[in-house]
């Protein structure tokens, strides 16, 4: 019997461990796990190594502390270490102590009360890994927890700080209008001075007043824009709304190392990639239990206890019993069920097979995505920085020639009216480039 349950054991691989797949685009990832940690690069280190704004870390650290979502995540993997703990015990024998009392009659002898108090232990033999596999599986979704918690985690830094600059940038583009607003005011009333004097019509008052005007329509939306922005801060806190103060000049950098690209080692460490790989694992057990059913199931019961009923006979004195007992439970009737379970249990790996398959190169999609954006924004932020410079000596020059009447009204205006145009655009590419190594950041699964 030994032989043969070795034998069969071994052909379904029902007490194999599962291994990471070796084909494809998951054998790659298979191998980056072989790779020894490369601490230094982005998704490794410290979120207060890459979020250096001392305002901005202790709006995190608050958000890891309050936030509601975070703790659920904490929670999940505490439910899941008790589940597994509840599967090794399933290896040990279960007690169980269940006093009881009847009542016997023997033809006309009267009705005789007795008792028993009866202890019996009860151990299922794990012939076919049944028990192994739900240990097993139990243990990857401890694992898929706490990744899922890591993800949360992750994803609440990166929210914390995307909130942060978003908040640096439209507080600077504030400041940029009602800084402009102010220059515009004493160009109208240059504009009238110059009326006055003959210089110009009441065209150039109006057209310098329409612009004033346009400047101090756009600053409401910037202040509408700050206060939602300032909301979902509070509630990434988990605090009542209110405004959050940031440092205008900060800025994030990308290390010099991850303008060459990212390995297939910094994927792995990706939260939502190790998830997904332990909701494979988990199908791949199911999938072995589900061959388990396949074969019997082994008991060993005893039984003893001190009483007055023993059997179907209540004696007097009261006396101590013992029972042994052994069975072997085979499926006969439900092989089809069975079978139907086995390939529902195929099916349902092969999905998460997929899953597992995508969320590796989905990581490596938004890692690229994550990468061009940042170069992109560079290129653009240093054209958009000269542009600005030339713009200013470009109002600048105009006001002079105004004043020299060597230009006309439409020319300062124009001019003025790009200076704000690159300012703002150079704010817009400024928050880019900082959402750019927040996304990132977050891509290569960092967060720890």
Known sequence: MAVAIAATTGSCNLYKKYETPTDGIVGEYAEALKQPVDSTSLGNLGWREVFTDPLLQGYIDSALVNNKDLQNAKLNVDIAQAQLEGAKLAYFPSVTFAPNGAGNQVGNSGLKWGWQLPLTV??????????????????????????????????????????????????????????????????????????????????????????????????????????????????????????????????????????????????????????????????????????????????????????????????????????LAGSLTAPLFTRGQNEATLKAAKLQQQQALNTFQYSVLNAASEVQNALVDITTNREKQVNIAEQEKNLEKAVEFNRDLMNLSTTTYLEVISAQQSLLNSQIQLENVKLNNNQGVITLYQALGGGR
Request: contains cysteine; hydrophobic residues 40%.
């Open 122 to 323: 009860s151990w299922q033999a794990d012939i076919f890994g049944k028990l192994t596999n739900s240990k097993r599986a139990a243990e990857s979704a401890v694992l898929q927890s706490d990744a899922y918690r890591q993800a949360v985690q992750s994803q609440i830094i990166a929210g914390v700080a995307s909130c942060y600059y978003s908040l640096v940038s439209l507080n600077n583009q504030l400041r940029i209008y009602e800084e402009t607003s102010k220059l515009w005011k004493e160009s109208v009333k240059m504009m009238e001075d110059m009326k006055t004097a003959g210089r110009y019509t009441e065209v150039a008052v109006v057209q310098s007043r329409a612009n004033y005007y346009s400047v101090l329509a756009a600053i409401p939306d910037i202040k509408q824009a700050i206060a939602k922005t300032n909301n979902t801060m509070s509630l990434l806190l988990n605090v009542k709304p209110q405004e959050w103060a940031v440092n205008g000049s900060s800025e994030l950098t990308l290390p010099a190392k991850i303008d060459g690209g990212v390995p297939m080692s910094y994927l792995a460490a990706r939260p939502d990639v190790r998830a997904s790989e332990q909701s494979f694992a988990q199908a791949y057990y199911a999938t072995n239990i589900a061959r388990a059913n396949f074969y019997p199931q082994l008991t060993l019961t005893a039984s003893g206890g001190y009483g007055t009923l023993l059997g179907s006979t209540v004696v007097d004195p009261a006396k101590w019993f013992l029972n």
